[in-house]
């Protein structure tokens, strides 16, 4: 076990190295955040939308956002893997697949954290909200949702890798699948924004938990043989 | 065996001590036929070179054995504790890190020390450029990375597709060396390449594969074909 662990801990440098030579992810998440949350600001000052109507419509408008930058971002989270086929000579000496999806899932939901703070503040920002009070409850829900996010993408961005159609098969398979999490994303955000904390007694951080837990089960359980092909 | 499986196992107890064995291995992309009914088996201190023109399936019968690719059909059997070694077409490095970060992965993963890290970066000359990432070093130091990171830990199994294609002939020298010494030591290589010039010193037994079958084998039992024979008549039958 503490070999397993060890390897995880390496696998989890690599990935975290690889991000930070390059920076495409991180550079193409942020851009793409500062711009589309810009022109969302901008769309709703020019609409004259009045100050409730904006603060009820921001919590969709910060997940379609959040899942729009991710699933543009994310067709790089397995590239690296299969570029140079890396996944073949660490598979060749002993390294489990379920070992390479974890430690990408863990960096890549970290960056998507790192995203779903700088949207917040972006966000916030462009339409004139506060989010203050709230922002422990917010943070805790980006937490959920960028390891929920990142067990899904992962995964099939393992699948789309391996096909001709890539880029077009990533959003076509995951936001479908991501719908469950934006239901339970807007809610719990609403409940935030409009009350000041997530309601007693709601389903959503359960329909979040469970999404993300059998995403992370099929991963753990099937990345090995998607990336194999 | 069902009519439409394939098993990749470690073998329990083996019979003649064999590093791998397969037994009627198929292989098929789409409607063609790849690799054909194979059966072949190599043991420890065997060097087979396998020959084929482009298209035979030595490629994709060197993935069925490192089991990277899995067979529609027959046994692909290794030996119960036997780690294979493979350098394919693609380096199996990640491009963006430096050499010496890829190769300090491997060998932090099979657990080897600092000196065994030195000793592969000057096996392989690779001290000069272990500071540049993989994607800045040419093509022929990629191969000698991939190659260096392939036989890291001494795999009991190396198995090399077309590995001299990139090197020069120091590196080729340095090549020729470590699979003697390897084979010296009980350990086996399966070498797919068509650089018989340069490999065939080193080989003590040939393989010759067309259409995806074993269509000559110098080792082959009641054959009394030697390397030279064998590959003569790969010669004249690809000219």
Known sequence: ?229 | MGSESAVHQPARSFEGAALVELRGVVKRFGPSVVVNNVSFSCKPGEVVLLLGANGAGKSTLLRIIANLVRADRGVVQTGASTRVGYAGHYTCLYSKLSVRANLSLYAAILGIDNSGLQRTFSAWGLEEVQHKSVADVSRGVQSRASLARALMGEPELLVLDEPSSNLDEASTETLREVISMHAARGGAAIIATHDLARLQSVATRVVVLERGAVIADSSAAGDSATIESVVERYRIRNR
């Open chain 1, 1 to 229: 076990m503490a070999h397993w662990l060890s390897v995880l801990k390496l696998l989890i440098w690599k990935e975290a190295a690889i991000e930070l030579r390059g920076r495409e992810c991180l550079t193409l998440l942020f851009c793409t955040t500062v711009v589309v949350a810009a022109l969302i600001g901008a769309g709703v000052s020019s609409a004259v939308i009045d100050a409730t109507t904006t603060r009820k419509i921001f919590p969709m408008l910060v997940w379609v956002v959040f899942l729009l930058t991710t699933t543009t971002a994310s067709a790089r989270a397995s590239e690296a893997e299969l570029e140079g086929r890396g996944f073949e000579g660490l598979l060749l000496a002993g390294v489990s697949g379920t070992q390479i999806y974890l430690s990408k899932v863990l960096v890549t939901a970290v960056l998507f954290f790192t995203n779903w703070v700088l949207l917040l503040m972006v966000t916030s920002a462009a339409l004139d909200q506060s989010v203050k009070a709230v922002i422990g409850e917010l943070l805790l829900i980006g937490a959920g949702a960028a390891l929920t996010l990142a067990a899904l993408i992962v995964l099939i961005s393992g699948v789309a890798g391996t096909s001709r159609l890539r880029g077009v098969l990533l959003p076509l398979l995951s936001l479908p699948l991501l719908f469950p999490l934006f239901l339970a994303g807007v809610e719990l955000t609403t409940e935030c924004i409009l009350y000041g904390a997530i309601t007693p007694g709601s389903v959503w951080p359960g329909v979040m938990l469970v999404s993300g837990a059998a995403f992370l089960l099929v991963g753990v359980n099937g990345y090995e043989v998607v990336v194999r092909g």
